[in-house]
């Protein structure tokens, strides 16, 4: 239970707050008067100023846009010049092509001359080599059949002196 005291200083506070309530609304009402007055000046200032920017881009891109016509007209003969120089480049390719072909065609020939003189070669080193063998063979056999006949003629001298 709330003695009579007790409810007295409820209700005393309860007043007071309910005053200083209205003295922050009145507060902020004030405030909200002074920030949208701030605001409205800032914004006066600030499009004042945004319009003067404005004006000035304007003369920037007028001037911008002439700029950028003479950039495309240069750019255009730019474009124009290195048309007519891929059109050179594409001819002096096709040219070195079919002297490359021409080149190529004749190191074919000049290999193939190669490769008949190779064969050639080869077929005279083998009959060569054939021959050389074939000789070395009757001159082996023929060294043979000396050293065959050393050997008796030494048996012989032997066979003699023995006798003797």
């Known amino acids: 239970m709330i003695s009579q005291g007790g409810a007295e200083y409820q209700c005393l506070n309860k007043n007071a707050l309910q005053h200083e309530i209205k003295q922050l609304k009145i507060q902020c009402a004030e405030l909200k008067q002074l920030l949208l007055e701030q605001i409205e000046t800032n914004l006066t200032k600030q499009y004042s ?5 404005l004006q000035e881009n304007l003369t920037l891109a007028t001037s911008n846009c002439q700029i950028y016509r003479n950039s495309m007209n240069f750019l255009a003969q730019e474009k124009t010049t290195q048309e007519q120089q891929i059109k050179s480049f594409q001819n002096e ?3 070195l092509k079919k002297q490359r072909d021409v080149e190529k065609n004749e190191l074919q020939m000049i290999i193939a001359r190669g490769n008949h003189n190779c064969l050639t070669w080869q077929r005279h080193i ?3 080599y054939i021959k050389f063998n074939s000789q ?3 001159n082996t056999k023929r060294n043979q059949r000396i050293r065959l006949r050393i050997q008796m003629k030494k048996v012989r001298i032997e066979e003699e002196d023995f006798i003797l």
């Open 136 to 138: 070395i063979s009757r």
């Open 49 to 53: 100023k945004a319009l003067k920017e």
């Open 126 to 128: 083998q009959s060569d």
């Open 93 to 95: 390719i096709q040219q």
